[in-house]
């Protein structure tokens, strides 16, 4: 089965400073996609950036981009000049079937500071 | 209104009771999933569905059951509800293909507490 590692469980950043989510991933499955999430307080998930395996450009939306090191089996987020509404918790997954079954870390909790 | 629909949002139900989780989606999509959500744990899948006649068990099934009732409803059933099971449960759906975002959309959550 796939596993999906975030190693940070929580950080502080400041705002305006960019930041990097670590996440790697464990699939021997040449075809994968992978994504990124934040879950506010709130709590409702929401989509940020996606990242396929053939992909051969790092994915970026808007302040959000990947940093795809494929041989690594890594998939770093990062977040371009924080902003306060950015505090939330943040989640790696990916898939590996076409039944688009999706396996999470455990999540990245992000403070930001003014 | 939302394109996937949860209710309740949130539910406190005692011990060895039986509860439906209920989720309606106008998204279209044919599959839909429903994960659970721990702390420390991210979500975890319990069922999913290609279509009305195909349901199938995730990673953390045992204690639920779900009912695919139409195209755009899906339920999850606990059918005697135990205090480890208090959790921020989510139904998904995505739309068939593959190499592609899939379409994931989430539902809001539902927050239910088992005491």
């Known amino acids: 089965a796939q596993k999906i590692t975030q190693t940070q469980p929580g950080m502080f950043v400041q705002e305006k400073e960019a930041v990097t989510l670590d996440c790697t991933y464990d699939t021997s499955d040449p075809s994968y996609g992978l994504f990124w999430y934040k879950q506010p307080s709130s709590g409702e998930m929401i989509f940020l950036i996606y990242q396929g395996s053939y992909d051969q450009q790092n994915a970026t939306e808007g302040r959000y981009s990947l940093n795809f090191q494929k041989a690594r089996k890594s998939a770093n987020l990062v977040i371009s000049a924080s902003q306060l509404g950015d505090s939330a918790m943040y989640f790696c997954a990916t898939t590996t079937d076409s039944w688009g079954k999706l396996q999470f870390g455990a999540g990245t909790q992000v403070v930001v500071t003014p | 209104d939302a394109d996937v629909t949860q209710t309740p949002r949130n539910r406190i139900t005692k011990t060895g009771k039986r509860i439906m989780l209920e989720c309606s989606q106008t998204?279209?999509?044919?599959?839909m999933y429903w994960y659970r959500q721990d702390p420390g744990l991210g979500l975890r899948l319990i069922y999913y569905?290609?279509?009305?006649?195909?349901?199938n068990k995730g990673e953390i099934s045992d204690g639920y059951s779900v009912s695919r009732q139409a195209q755009a409803k899906f339920s999850l059933s606990l059918e005697s509800a135990i205090p480890n099971q208090t959790a921020l449960y989510f139904c998904a759906t995505s739309e068939t293909g593959t190499g592609s975002t899939y379409g994931y959309t989430f539902g809001s959550g539902t927050r239910l507490t088992v005491v």
């Open positions: 998204k279209g999509h044919d599959r």
């Open positions: 569905s290609f279509d009305v006649k195909d349901i």
